[in-house]
């Protein structure tokens, strides 16, 4: 158990929903980060927050935002949905504002059916 | 120029054998290289991870190696076990801190 939460573990919507995803961090953790598992592209890295400020950006569609509150927890947003949205949304946190260098302890995933 | 190659896409290995995995980058601006290993319906964790300042690293039966002018890194896993079935992904950060990029993964098999 890596100590970092996510809820729900399984999503099922339709296309043109929007979905809230969360996550919360292991204590002590500052900085989040969200990524994207999917058979086409692999696992993708969306976006990173650190103590409540966006830090890195990666490959996020527009569709799709987030957001880290003053409690540390993190939503991923994402609206549109199309079939394509479907895959493993992992959550990941790490002690410090060092991007990808600190340890990042993954959570255990939410996984997103569009239908 | 921000893909991470990955080969073989899948690999068996006896127990006892040596399992190598290998990934090559285009990028010069990474500057930092972890391996992650992933079981099946958890998430990543990571393994070992290495900057290119070093050609090698080794943690227990894990070893990195790292060949900057190449511009490719190899995980060698000594004595496989069974449990260490997985899938493993290289992964390499730009040195801007800005995007983080994972190779395609590697579906380790390790017969007992």
């Known amino acids: 158990d890596s100590g970092v939460t996510q809820t729900p573990k399984h999503l099922i919507t339709a296309t043109g929903q929007r979905v809230t995803l969360r996550c919360s961090p292991r204590?002590?953790?500052?900085?989040v980060y969200w990524y994207q598992q999917s058979l086409d592209q692999g696992l993708q890295f969306l976006i990173q927050y650190y103590n409540g400020e966006e830090r890195a950006k990666g490959n996020i569609l527009e569709r799709f935002s987030a957001q880290q509150f003053p409690d540390l927890h993190s939503e991923l947003n994402l609206s549109s949905l199309e079939l394509g949205d479907s895959a493993l949304y992992f959550c990941a946190s790490s002690l410090t504002t060092r991007s990808f260098t600190d340890t990042q302890y993954f959570g255990p995933g939410t996984r997103l059916t569009v239908l | 120029q921000q893909q991470v190659k990955q080969s073989p896409q899948s690999l068996i290995v006896q127990k006892g054998g040596i399992s190598i995995i290998n990934c090559a980058y285009e990028n010069t601006a990474f500057d930092y290289f972890p391996w992650y290993q992933q079981f099946p319906g958890k998430g990543p964790a990571l393994l070992i991870a290495?900057?290119?300042?070093?050609s090698e690293k080794k943690e227990g039966r894990f070893t990195i190696s790292f060949n900057k002018s190449a511009k490719q890194f190899s995980l060698h896993i000594m004595d496989s076990q069974p449990g260490d079935s997985a899938t493993y992904f290289c992964a390499a950060r730009d040195n801007y801190g800005q995007n983080f990029v994972f190779g395609p993964g590697t579906r380790l098999s390790v017969l007992p």
């Open positions: 290495i900057r290119p300042d070093v």
């Open positions: 204590s002590g953790d500052l900085s």
